[in-house]
T-cell receptor, first 116, second 114 residues
Framework: GAGVSQTPSNKVTEKGKYVELRCDPISGHTALYWYRQSLGQGPEFLIYFQGTGAADDSGLPNDRFFAVRPEGSVSTLKIQRTERGDSAVYLC??????????????FGPGTRLTVL | DAKTTQPPSMDCAEGRAANLPCNHSTISGNEYVYWYRQIHSQGPQYIIHGLKNNETNEMASLIITEDRKSSTLILPHATLRDTAVYYCIVRVAGSTSGTYKYIFGTGTRLKVLA
């Protein structure tokens, strides 16, 4: 079946601009996660949605970052007034959340954001 | 802060077993250990996870020490396609009750040599 998809695969923008990154989770997955991966580092947690609500947004670095999931499926990560330090690969993952012991996140290919 | 430490790189001969170690000395009793790998320019791929007992699936085996302070991922017969960065992850409780999140470290870059 289809995995997690993310669009665009690459985004180049200028400092100060606004960007939106989209994530389509695996059909039926109620949990959705956003991570950010800087060069040479492991992914860093940003935010977790259970259904439509953000259950944990403790990883968002500042108020320029915002994410929504209005219908409990597709999610959009929004970054305002982009800075060069926002350049990274943004990863999305989803999971079924049927049982805590078996819960597994499945990742998309990521969106590479470059802020010039 | 990362809860795991891994060697930055390892080499393994094709066809041999690859044993990737991970230290997680501050792990709590209900925190699971997960292993993922990431091939260049792709998203992380799930391999295996466990809590206390050793686990095995079609991809790998996971050996967790009795005190749970360390674990080893074993790829029984490494192939060139197994060349990737391998992440040992602790799944911790999130900021809201009932939520969880992965804490990644910097991973081990495994190179399988022909």
């Amino acid at each position: 079946g289809a995995g997690v998809s993310q669009t665009p695969s690459n985004k180049v923008t200028e400092k100060g601009k606004y960007v939106e990154l989209r994530c389509d989770p695996i059909s039926g997955h109620t949990a959705l996660y956003w991570y950010r991966q800087s060069l040479g580092q492991g992914p860093e947690f940003l935010i977790y949605f259970q259904g439509t609500g953000a259950a944990d947004d403790s990883g968002l670095p500042n108020d320029r970052f915002f994410a929504v999931r209005p219908e409990g499926s597709v999610s959009t990560l929004k970054i305002q007034r982009t800075e060069r330090g926002d350049s990274a690969v943004y990863l999305c993952a989803s999971s079924l959340r049927l049982a805590i012991s078996t819960d597994t996140q499945y990742f998309g290919p990521g969106t590479r954001l470059t802020v010039l | 802060d990362a809860k795991t430490t891994q060697p930055p790189s390892m080499d393994c001969a094709e066809g041999r077993a690859a044993n990737l170690p991970c230290n997680h000395s501050t792990i709590s009793g209900n925190e699971y250990v997960y292993w993922y790998r990431q091939i260049h320019s792709q998203g992380p791929q799930y391999i295996i996870h466990g809590l206390k007992n050793n686990e095995t699936n079609e991809m790998a085996s996971l050996i967790i020490t009795e005190d749970r302070k360390s674990s080893t991922l074993i790829l029984p017969h490494a192939t060139l396609r197994d060349t990737a960065v391998y992440y040992c992850i602790v799944r911790v409780a999130g900021s809201t009750s009932g939520t969880y999140k992965y804490i990644f470290g910097t991973g081990t870059r495994l190179k399988v040599l022909a």
